[in-house]
């Protein structure tokens, strides 16, 4: 086998869909000979899968590209290839950074990975592969072996054109994986003993919108929630204008979706909305929200924010922090706007300032800490159905698990519950996690 006795190395940024592309490579080496290597130094292949979604990871592929240039003077043999997002937004251009790099694999090429080292074992140089193919959807088969929770990618690609972001244009086309096949993947997952599934994509809600032969994303829920043996389901990411009511719905009498919804806002000021290109309005939004907590009250609500979008007054950014009040977000993810060649808000002047975006960010943060904290603390003393993971890695001599609304619980147990469902007393409340104890 082409790579027997080699090992490789693959450092991964960016979101859980490139965290699962990295996952499948390492699988299809493996089925090529590879074996694993845990740092760099150790490998015959090192993988960066890069993330071009703000300025700062993709400075983190370029410093971590200025890494690998020592380690391959030490080892020229060794074999160094940009994968992922940046691989597809700067293509050759990577060679400016990187001299000594063997190659670049955009993510719509990650399945010619075995083909571009062979390559580069016979003295090619400079592949460069990316793009994206027109025709069936392109999905590797995972290792066997039991994971207790799991991603299955259900859609490629986005159609939206936030103005603002890049992955429409580093992540192709929207296309939607057949139903068949998301369900057969699923199924034998859950034959292998994992409980829960994440469905990935960057807007499952808008999951083969536009084929009336394949199932509606809801549909699509059902089908999975009758699976056999499934414990949990759960779904990221949503968009706000394609979240319909019947999804909404199916978080009331699907018994193993799990009670939490990740559904990015990015601003609370609709004038923000507008020139971000959302195509929903604040007054939407806050609709979404009541309706999805009429439907189960206790549901958990988490959402990605940005600050300091070109042309953001004062007077925007309190309408998100008002927003943020409202609504109580059990979790968010917030970032500073930082331009991304080629999309449509990159030619607006990048006008707040930095000192500005920082203030904006900290007093944004500052306060969904406390909502979190307040959140988390409120449920000391309730008991939690919760799926144990393994042990916990902050604190000693304890395992860890997540409860449906997806926060973690620490406690006392012993490998006997690992990978079940258990049933634990919330004893207090922290920042970032629960303290429990096994009923
Ligand atoms: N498809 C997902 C988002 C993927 S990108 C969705 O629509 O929800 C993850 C997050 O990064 C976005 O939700 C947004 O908050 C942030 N983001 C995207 N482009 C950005 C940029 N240019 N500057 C700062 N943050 C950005
Ligand atoms: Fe980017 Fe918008 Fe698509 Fe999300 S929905 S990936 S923010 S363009
Ligand atoms: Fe980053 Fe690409 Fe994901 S830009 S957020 S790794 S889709």
């Given at each position: 086998?082409?790579?027997?006795?080699?090992?490789?190395?693959?450092?991964?940024?960016?979101?859980?869909?490139?965290?699962?592309?990295?996952?499948?490579?390492?699988?299809?080496?493996?089925?090529?000979?590879?074996?694993?290597?845990?740092?760099?130094?150790?490998?015959?292949?090192?993988?960066?899968?890069?993330?071009?979604?703000?300025?700062?990871?993709?400075?983190?592929?370029?410093?971590?590209?200025?890494?690998?240039?020592?380690?391959?003077?030490?080892?020229?043999?060794?074999?160094?290839?940009?994968?992922?997002?940046?691989?597809?937004?700067?293509?050759?251009?990577?060679?400016?950074?990187?001299?000594?790099?063997?190659?670049?694999?955009?993510?719509?090429?990650?399945?010619?990975?075995?083909?571009?080292?062979?390559?580069?074992?016979?003295?090619?140089?400079?592949?460069?592969?990316?793009?994206?193919?027109?025709?069936?959807?392109?999905?590797?088969?995972?290792?066997?072996?039991?994971?207790?929770?799991?991603?299955?990618?259900?859609?490629?690609?986005?159609?939206?054109?936030?103005?603002?972001?890049?992955?429409?244009?580093?992540?192709?086309?929207?296309?939607?994986?057949?139903s068949?096949?998301?369900l057969?993947?699923?199924?034998?997952?859950?034959?292998?003993?994992?409980?829960?599934?994440?469905?990935?994509?960057?807007?499952?809600?808008?999951?083969?919108?536009?084929?009336?032969?394949?199932l509606?994303?809801?549909q699509l829920?059902a089908k999975i929630?009758a699976?056999?043996?499934?414990?949990?389901?759960?779904?990221?990411?949503?968009?706000?204008?394609?979240?319909?009511?019947?999804?909404?719905?199916?978080?009331?009498?699907?018994?193993?979706?799990?009670?939490?919804?990740?559904?990015?806002?990015?601003?609370?000021?609709?004038?923000?909305?507008?020139?971000?290109?959302?195509?929903?309005?604040?007054?939407?939004?806050?609709?979404?929200?009541?309706?999805?907590?009429?439907?189960?009250?206790?549901?958990?609500?988490?959402?990605?924010?940005?600050?300091?979008?070109?042309?953001?007054?004062?007077?925007?950014?309190?309408?998100?922090?008002?927003?943020?009040?409202?609504?109580?977000?059990?979790?968010?993810?917030?970032?500073?706007?930082?331009?991304?060649?080629?999309?449509?808000?990159?030619?607006?002047?990048?006008?707040?300032?930095?000192?500005?975006?920082?203030?904006?960010?900290?007093?944004?943060?500052?306060?969904?800490?406390?909502?979190?904290?307040?959140?988390?603390?409120?449920?000391?003393?309730?008991?939690?159905?919760?799926?144990?993971?393994?042990?916990?890695?902050?604190?000693?001599?304890?395992?860890?698990?997540?409860?449906?609304?997806?926060?973690?619980?620490?406690?006392?147990?012993?490998?006997?519950?690992?990978?079940?469902?258990?049933?634990?007393?919330?004893?207090?409340?922290?920042?970032?996690?629960?303290?429990?104890?096994?009923?």
């Amino acid at each position: 086998m082409a790579g027997a006795g080699k090992r490789v190395y693959i450092k991964t940024f960016g979101c859980q869909m490139n965290e699962h592309d990295s996952e499948q490579m390492l699988a299809l080496l493996t089925s090529h000979g590879y074996h694993g290597a845990t740092c760099p130094e150790e490998a015959d292949v090192i993988l960066v899968n890069t993330c071009a979604v703000r300025e700062k990871p993709e400075q983190k592929a370029y410093s971590i590209m200025g890494r690998l240039h020592q380690l391959k003077r030490d080892n020229p043999r060794a074999i160094v290839g940009i994968t992922g997002c940046v691989a597809e937004q700067r293509g050759e251009g990577l060679w400016d950074h990187m001299s000594s790099l063997d190659f670049v694999l955009g993510p719509g090429k990650i399945h010619r990975l075995p083909e571009v080292l062979h390559a580069v074992d016979t003295g090619g140089d400079g592949v460069c592969a990316t793009g994206f193919e027109d025709g069936p959807f392109v999905h590797l088969p995972l290792p066997r072996g039991c994971r207790v929770r799991a991603s299955v990618t259900i859609m490629q690609g986005c159609n939206n054109f936030c103005s603002y972001c890049i992955v429409p244009a580093v992540r192709g086309r929207e296309r939607s994986r057949p139903s068949k096949d998301v369900l057969a993947e699923i199924k034998s997952l859950v034959e292998q003993g994992t409980k829960e599934i994440l469905l990935l994509g960057q807007n499952v809600n808008a999951y083969a919108k536009h084929d009336p032969a394949e199932l509606t994303f809801p549909q699509l829920l059902a089908k999975i929630n009758a699976i056999p043996g499934i414990e949990r389901i759960r779904f990221t990411t949503s968009h706000p204008k394609d979240l319909t009511e019947e999804t909404i719905r199916s978080f009331g009498h699907l018994k193993r979706l799990c009670e939490h919804c990740h559904l990015p806002f990015q601003a609370g000021s609709n004038a923000v909305l507008e020139r971000m290109n959302r195509r929903h309005t604040r007054e939407d939004y806050l609709a979404l929200v009541q309706r999805l907590r009429e439907v189960v009250p206790h549901l958990s609500i988490t959402a990605d924010v940005m600050v300091g979008f070109p042309g953001e007054s004062e007077a925007d950014f309190s309408q998100t922090m008002e927003l943020m009040q409202v609504v109580e977000f059990d979790a968010l993810f917030s970032f500073k706007y930082s331009p991304r060649a080629g999309t449509r808000a990159a030619q607006w002047p990048d006008d707040i300032a930095p000192a500005a975006k920082q203030r904006r960010l900290e007093s944004l943060q500052v306060l969904q800490r406390e909502i979190t904290l307040k959140k988390n603390r409120r449920l000391a003393g309730e008991i939690k159905e919760v799926l144990v993971e393994g042990y916990s890695r902050h604190v000693p001599d304890q395992i860890m698990g997540r409860t449906r609304c997806n926060r973690i619980v620490n406690f006392a147990g012993g490998p006997d519950i690992m990978g079940k469902v258990v049933q634990v007393r919330i004893t207090e409340g922290l920042q970032n996690s629960l303290r429990g104890e096994l009923c």
